[in-house]
């Protein structure tokens, strides 16, 4: 498979800069994603609006990384999968649940349980989900509103993880330790 040019700072065509720039200043560098997506301003000034609106909702940022983590390894994107595993060791994540998110299995603490499975569920199921995927997710603790921050995550990381495979893009090696395979 072809890859695509990964753009930086420089190289991007004018309308991505922006973005970029405010994701390097998020990150300390551009992601091999972003600067992939770079390609298409309209694809990467849209993701960036979307991330601004997942990570200022009502999850904490180990939540959120929970479901990009669970999202990345239900789509298969193995490059989203080695980052949302940097990141959500960095917010704090037990390594335990990383691992069991990984594995396609449910992390051990209920609450992050319950965000994987919906997650997981809301994927699987291409959106239908029914009264008691619902009623799972709120009997862990979440409000019945964040059933829409859900389909908001799993709709920002299946942009990420469906242009994460599209490119062929390689891994940061900063991130090689966290590699994994679909």
């Known amino acids: 498979m072809a890859r695509f040019p990964i753009y930086t700072l420089e190289s991007a ?12 200043n998020a990150f300390g560098m551009v992601p091999n994603i972003a600067g992939a997506i ?5 694809l990467i000034n849209g993701l960036v609006g979307v991330f601004q609106q997942v990570h200022g909702g009502g ?3 180990a939540q959120v990384q929970v479901l990009l983590l669970t999202n990345a390894v239900t789509n298969g994107c ?3 999968v080695a980052f949302h595993t940097f990141l959500g060791l960095k917010e704090g994540l037990d390594a335990a649940d990383v691992e069991a998110i990984r594995a396609r299995r449910l992390p051990h603490d209920s609450k992050l349980a319950a965000l994987s499975h919906l997650a997981r569920t809301l994927i699987d199921k291409r959106g239908r989900l029914d009264d008691q995927d619902v009623a799972s997710f709120t009997a862990a603790g979440f409000d019945q509103a964040l059933v829409l921050d859900v389909i908001l995550v799993v709709a920002a990381s299946t942009m990420t993880n469906y242009s994460g495979s599209a490119t062929n893009l390689p891994l940061e090696e900063m991130f090689s330790e966290y590699a994994w395979a679909a």
């Open 13 to 24: 065509p004018e309308a991505s800069k922006p973005a970029l720039q405010g994701l390097a």
């Open 38 to 42: 770079a390609g298409s301003p309209k």
């Open 59 to 61: 999850f904490t940022e």
């Open 78 to 80: 193995t490059w989203a």
